[in-house]
């Protein structure tokens, strides 16, 4: 495993701090855990950006209304 030392805002160690209290072994298991649902998240928002835009290239009529919506918009 690599190890990695970073900075947090006091609110944030405070709960790091805490981590027993949430069920966690230790203060790693916290971070560990936090940092794969993040990805994972990601990963997930990636996947449906994807998807939107694809749906979106291969949809004239929803082109249309997205142009039509923006009409008008400042640049």
């Known amino acids: ?10 609110s944030l160690w405070t709960f790091v701090q805490q981590s027993g209290q949430y069920g966690f ?17 990601l990963y997930s928002l ?6 939107y835009a694809e749906v979106y ?3 004239a009529d929803l082109q249309a209304l997205t142009d039509s919506a923006i009409a008008g918009w400042p640049e």
């Open 46 to 51: 990636e996947m449906s950006a994807d998807l």
């Open 1 to 10: 495993m690599v190890q990695a030392q970073f900075n947090l805002d006091e």
């Open 57 to 59: 290239a291969e949809d």
């Open 25 to 41: 072994q230790n203060q790693d298991e916290l971070i560990r855990v936090a940092l794969g649902k993040l990805q994972q998240e």
